[in-house]
């Protein structure tokens, strides 16, 4: 088990809504990366945040936002779900600034829209 | 062209065969590679991660990387039914591409 852990681990919400995914990085870890991994596919990268700062920036729209806390924590807000955002929510956490070393991942957050 | 492709399978192989699982990409920049183990419904884990070309072995796991082809392997020796889980690739720089994963199923 990694130190990451992540809440809900299950959600079901409506077309139109608004989610909060919430992130716990391993201690000593600065810097967090979240991933969506829709069913059969791998990961893919949305944000990631370095000391509080965004500092990259997959393809994803601007209703996709992300905060990161001085415990350096984060959550991942997602604004007018749709249907494809059904998805594996998943943070990963590194102590290096970079998610290109020790990147350890939490159990993810199962999205569901309907 | 995805930056990083890998065939999903799924590989079929008994117990205790040596398994190659291989990726490409196609950024030269990349400069670091891992593989992570997944298994059905869980986060995935760190198995191994490499810096720039070369061989880095761990136990019964050994990754390849060959900057010249582009080309990332994993080799499994002595498999196990508890190895079955999809093994998912992934290089970078300052963030990490994905490979969509290759399904493994060890049976005994």
């Known amino acids: 088990e990694t130190g990451v852990t992540q809440s809900p681990t299950h959600l079901i919400k409506t077309r139109g809504q608004q989610v909060t995914l919430r992130c716990s990085s391993q201690s000593g870890h600065n810097t967090v990366s979240w991933y969506q991994q829709a069913l059969g596919q791998g990961p893919q990268f949305i944000f990631q945040?370095?000391?509080?700062?965004?500092?990259g920036r997959g393809n994803f729209p601007p209703r996709f936002s992300g905060l990161q806390f001085p415990n350096y924590s984060s959550e991942l807000n997602v604004n007018a779900l749709e249907l494809d955002d059904s998805a594996l929510y998943l943070c990963?956490?590194?102590?290096?600034?970079?998610?290109?070393?020790?990147?350890?991942f939490g159990q993810g957050t199962r999205l569901t829209v309907v | 062209q995805k930056e990083v492709e890998q065939d999903p399978g799924p590989l079929s192989v008994p117990e205790g065969a040596i398994v190659s699982l291989n990726c490409t990409y196609s950024n030269s920049a990349f400069q670091y590679f891992m593989w992570y183990r997944q298994y059905s419904r869980k986060g995935p884990e760190l198995l191994m991660y490499?810096?720039?070309?070369g061989n880095k072995e761990d136990g019964r796991f050994t990754a390849q990387v060959d900057k010249s082809s582009k080309y990332i392997s994993l080799f499994i020796r002595d498999s196990q039914p508890s190895d079955s889980a999809t093994y998912l690739c992934a290089s970078g720089y300052s963030t990490l591409t994905f490979g969509k994963g290759t399904m493994l199923l060890v049976s005994p």
């Open positions: 990963a956490s590194s102590p290096t600034g970079f998610m290109n070393t020790e990147a350890f």
């Open positions: 945040y370095y000391r509080e700062e965004e500092n």
């Open positions: 490499t810096y720039s070309s």
